[in-house]
């Protein structure tokens, strides 16, 4: 009986994550679909397809000023990395968006105090910059898609009479039905262990051993904000 009703709160809280998240999610398809299609190759490829500093700095301000959440994200990182974008502004975006937005540094600001504020909006910059040049730096033969500018386009949309809205159409689709389905098979088994995490951490044990200023302290609450994070 007991694993029954650890199974069904688990579950439960499962599901009451990812109805949070799921407008996101179906917003980040629509955007993803959008972007594959309409966003022309070469301008992107100039934008992010390189190693430059500056395509790190532009992928990370397009991120901190998104409001995406971390689950709504992958798709958008995504489709910029199989439309061209190089791995480390691909990386700096994605890590970008989740961290920070404008609705947060906003919050911040008021709630917290200019201080501690100033210092999350220094890291929702650094982190992601970091994260980009590591991509850059190790990406190796995954630095981008291979064979990218073959496939940046499906081969019906090659053609210059193509339709704004038979493009809109391509691009959905591709945004829920390749780009949604590949995507939300990970999306539910993260929901599953934020659920379980959610169910199985009783709050007394948060306040004992994660209510320090200590190592330890930070980096369990640093992994439990992993698990966490999209509940809101």
């Not at 220094?122 to 981008?144: K, T, Y």
Request: net charge positive; proline share 6%; glycine share 12%.
């Amino acid at each position: 009986i007991l694993v029954l009703e650890l199974t069904q709160k688990v579950i439960l809280t499962a599901l009451d994550i990812l109805n949070g998240a799921s407008v996101w999610l179906v917003i980040s398809f629509v955007l993803a679909g959008l972007m594959h299609n309409l966003i022309s190759p070469d301008r992107l490829q100039r934008m992010l397809g390189n190693r430059k500093i500056f395509s790190l700095v532009k992928a990370t301000v397009s991120g901190m000023l998104l409001p995406i959440c971390s689950c709504g994200v992958i798709p958008l990182g995504l489709s910029l990395y199989y439309s061209g974008a190089y791995l480390g502004p691909t990386l700096a975006f994605m890590t970008a968006t989740p961290i920070i937005n404008p609705a947060a540094v906003l919050l911040a600001y008021g709630l917290l105090g200019p201080q501690i504020a100033t210092i999350y909006l220094a890291c929702g910059f650094l982190v992601p910059m970091l994260a980009g040049l590591a991509g850059n730096a190790l990406g190796g033969r995954e630095i981008r898609l291979p064979g990218v500018k073959e496939s940046v386009r499906p081969v019906e949309l090659s053609a210059g009479n193509i339709s704004l809205a038979k493009k809109l159409q391509t691009g959905l689709y591709w945004g829920f039905m390749d780009m949604g389905v590949m995507v939300s098979k990970y999306v539910c088994i993260g929901m599953l262990l934020a659920g379980l995490i959610m169910a199985l951490v009783p709050p007394a044990y948060i306040q004992q051993y994660l209510g320090s200023p200590g190592m330890i302290s930070l980096g369990g609450i640093a992994l439990l904000g992993e698990g966490m994070k999209d509940c809101c």
